[in-house]
């Protein structure tokens, strides 16, 4: 009588739980300049930080106004443009968290001043972000070529991984 060989027994796949993803995300920064697109980025980031049960928070970046004077004076500053500026900030964001994201996830506000790209990246690093969700505005030729993108100059120097969302395009939310 001949033996038939019996193949292996496999081990049943253990149910997938969301606890167990091999990613952890404890915190999403969301840059944020009120623009419809930067919105936008927050919708994606609010099902993400649930998932994941991570916390999110919105970063605006206030630009120095600063304007060039003659050469025996330098540049001059205008400090309460900025103030003002802030103050601004301050409410819209407060809004914002909580009209998309209280109640869902834990979020934060910060306002800093400076370069955007630099000042996101940067906050990214101080803060040890674990993803970045920022909008791009699509820019195209010319406009690309002089300006460049924000969200392009994040992707190359930030601390950890970006998640880029393009505005027009199909999307997940």
């Excluded at 928070?57 to 050469?71: K, R």
């Amino acid at each position: 009588m001949a033996k038939t060989k019996r193949a292996p027994r496999r081990k049943k796949a253990a149910a997938p739980s969301s606890n167990t993803s091999p990613i952890r995300l404890r915190s999403i920064l969301v840059p944020i300049d009120f623009s419809a697109h930067s919105k936008n980025a927050l919708k994606y980031a609010v099902p993400f930080a649930r998932q994941f049960h991570a916390s999110i928070e919105l970063l605006y970046v206030v630009e120095p106004t600063v304007y060039p004077a003659d050469f025996s004076f330098g540049q001059v500053g205008f400090p309460n443009v900025e103030d003002e500026m802030r103050k601004r900030a301050a409410k819209q964001l407060d809004r914002l968290v909580k009209d998309e994201v209280a109640g869902v996830v834990t979020a934060g506000r910060t306002i800093r001043v400076g370069r955007p790209f630099y000042e996101i990246n940067q906050h990214a690093k101080d803060r040890k972000i674990d993803l970045i969700i920022i909008a791009t505005h699509g820019h195209t030729g010319m406009e690309h070529i002089l300006f460049g993108s924000t969200a392009e100059k994040v992707v190359r120097g930030a601390p950890c991984p970006v998640l880029v969302v393009r505005s027009g395009e199909r999307g997940f939310v």
